[in-house]
């Protein structure tokens, strides 16, 4: 239907499954209507099957990047979430990784813990890593302002304090290093058709004012 009307869209995605449609994905992004963008939180095969056991594995989410990318799609790698103590060291792993099988772009996100979430990770921190777990709740505290969330719209993405800024430093050094700094292409709105179903009800609306 997307491509029918000429709808343009970006898809982010942790599963494989996106390359089912490949070849229209490919046919789209040519005439400048799609992207997509691939989150990889990490390359530990035994870490993603604890944080994201319903998700695609780490390799197969490379091998979704690499079809993409052959079929001609603009692919934008998401390492997201960081979490400090956790999945921070393979930072430059992953975008490393991720260019090689032919992403263009990338971009991360620091864990965010709002509301119940908060409590969800605490639980989930201490089951899986209890070794680990206070030092990444003080790191995570250390980048929210001493808090477990800071919902401030300007930093609630990256944080801020030492801990985050070493995290954004190392981030753009590695997509200078692996290529990643394509230009975001924009999608091309102009070519959009409106459903007749759709257009006879704005005719409808014209009508009424």
């Not at 990643?180 to 007749?196: G, H, I, N, Q, S």
Request: hydrophobic fraction near 45%.
């Amino acid at each position: 239907m997307l491509q029918r009307f000429r709808h343009p869209f970006s898809i982010i995605t942790k599963s494989v499954l996106i390359t089912r449609d490949a070849d229209i994905l490919g046919a789209m992004a040519a005439e400048g209507l799609a992207s997509a963008c691939v989150s990889i939180t990490t390359l530990d095969r035994g870490l993603a099957r604890a944080m994201e056991p319903r998700a695609s594995t780490p390799a197969k989410r490379l091998e979704a990047i690499r079809r993409l990318a052959d079929a001609g799609v603009p692919v934008t790698v998401g390492f997201a979430p960081v979490i400090p103590g956790l999945n921070d060291h393979e930072l430059e792993a992953v975008l490393e990784a991720a260019a090689k099988a032919g992403a263009v772009s990338a971009m991360y996100v620091t864990l965010r813990l709002p509301l119940e979430i908060k409590d969800l990770f605490r639980e989930w921190l201490a089951d899986a890593r209890p070794d680990r777990a206070a030092r990444v709740m003080s790191l995570i505290r250390q980048t929210r302002g001493g808090r477990d969330y800071d919902p401030d719209w300007s930093q609630r993405m990256k944080g801020t304090g030492p801990v985050a800024e070493l995290i954004g430093a190392r981030f753009r050094a590695a997509v200078k290093r692996y290529g990643l700094d394509a230009p975001r292409r924009p999608v091309d709105e102009t070519k959009f058709r409106v459903p007749p179903d759709m257009k006879k009800q704005l005719d409808l609306f014209d009508l009424a004012s």
